[in-house]
């Protein structure tokens, strides 16, 4: 099945820092959802993208989709401690409204 | 932003007993899903539904099952716990491609 492989899997940064996260998949898809996840909560939608090479911003959050469909990256500007969290990618399995998750990044911010 | 909610948040409960995880949605969504997660890992499908009276296994094999009597109501039941089963358990809600919405989880622990 259709399967999406983030990078890097873990991040520590200083706070202040950029980060710069990607989303890959050998298949094709038709959106892309970026979601955060504090521990012991459920994902929250941070950014969606509907189009190949659509560039949209969430504050200092922004998300691209890869002309080819097949990726996506995510950048945060100048991380700060609330920034901690893990960051997945997500989209529809083809043709269906299956949600498929990535694999995660793990945000780890130092104060 | 869809309003979901879980019940119970968490449950130890001990081996053999009967279980119920409570999920509704009050966004009318037609569209719900149950993902199982262990702490700090991938999000798995494991049960999904298009709509009342309808309901489909997930990609990751569970023991559980699902029902969907009414629109906003996607109930998980586990005929007898086990250990194997702790987990987190994540219940979401999609009206189509704008994402799926999430409640809080219920952290299962089976002892």
């Known amino acids: 099945g259709q399967q999406l492989n983030q990078s890097p899997q873990s991040m520590f940064i200083q706070e202040g820092e950029d980060v710069s996260m990607n989303c890959t998949s050998s298949?094709?898809?038709?959106?892309w959802l970026w979601y955060k996840q504090d521990p012991g909560e459920g994902p929250v939608l941070l950014i969606a993208?509907?189009?190949?090479?659509e560039l949209t911003s969430n504050g200092r959050l922004t998300a691209q989709f890869g002309i080819t469909r097949k990726d996506s990256f995510l950048n945060i500007s100048a991380s700060i401690p609330s920034d901690v969290g893990i960051y997945f990618c997500?989209?529809?399995?083809?043709?269906?409204?299956?949600?498929?998750f990535g694999t995660g990044t793990r945000l780890k911010v130092l104060a | 932003e869809a309003d979901i909610y879980q019940t119970p948040r968490y449950l130890v409960i001990g081996t053999g007993k009967k279980i119920t995880l409570e999920c509704s949605q009050t966004?009318?969504?037609?569209?719900m899903y149950w993902y199982q997660q262990d702490p700090g890992m991938e999000l798995h499908l494991i049960h999904y539904?298009?709509?009342?009276?309808?309901?489909e296994k997930g990609d990751l094999s569970s023991e559980s099952t699902v029902s969907r009597i009414r629109t906003e109501h996607f109930p998980l039941t586990l005929e007898s716990a086990r250990p194997s089963h702790t987990s987190q358990y994540l219940c979401?809600?999609?009206?189509?491609?704008?994402?799926?919405?999430f409640g809080q989880g219920t952290r299962l622990t089976v002892v």
């Open positions: 979401a809600s999609s009206g189509g491609p704008l994402g799926a919405f």
């Open positions: 298949s094709i898809f038709n959106t």
């Open positions: 993208l509907y189009k190949a090479g």
């Open positions: 997500a989209g529809p399995a083809s043709g269906t409204y299956k949600y498929i």
């Open positions: 966004m009318g969504h037609d569209k």
């Open positions: 539904s298009y709509g009342v009276n309808s309901t």
